[in-house]
């Protein structure tokens, strides 16, 4: 399972890929899909088993995250 986080600027999306490639967390930032109306068009992609650790840098860097899904076969799901 994938979880994507969407930020409210590409300077957010930037700074929290950087910060999560840098410890070694594999991610991706890709379009945000039509059925997700939020922020500034992009969203960063990761593994689920990765979210805990994510979190953490993303709370310690201070970036702030709009909103996180969970993507179950091309469904997105907000993650509660």
């Known amino acids: 399972m994938e979880i994507v986080y969407t930020f409210s ?3 957010a999306v ?3 890929e950087t910060n999560i490639l840098s410890a070694k967390i594999k991610a991706k930032v890709r379009p945000i899909p039509t059925v997700i109306r939020a922020g500034c068009g992009l ?3 990761i593994a689920l088993d ?3 650790k994510a ?3 993303l709370a310690s860097k201070n970036i702030p995250v709009e909103a996180v899904y969970s993507v179950n076969e ?3 799901i907000p993650f509660v």
Do not use: F, Q, W
């Open 9 to 11: 600027s590409t300077h």
């Open 74 to 76: 091309g469904n997105y």
């Open 14 to 16: 930037i700074a929290a």
């Open 55 to 57: 979190d953490e840098i």
């Open 43 to 45: 969203m960063l992609c």
């Open 50 to 52: 990765d979210k805990p």
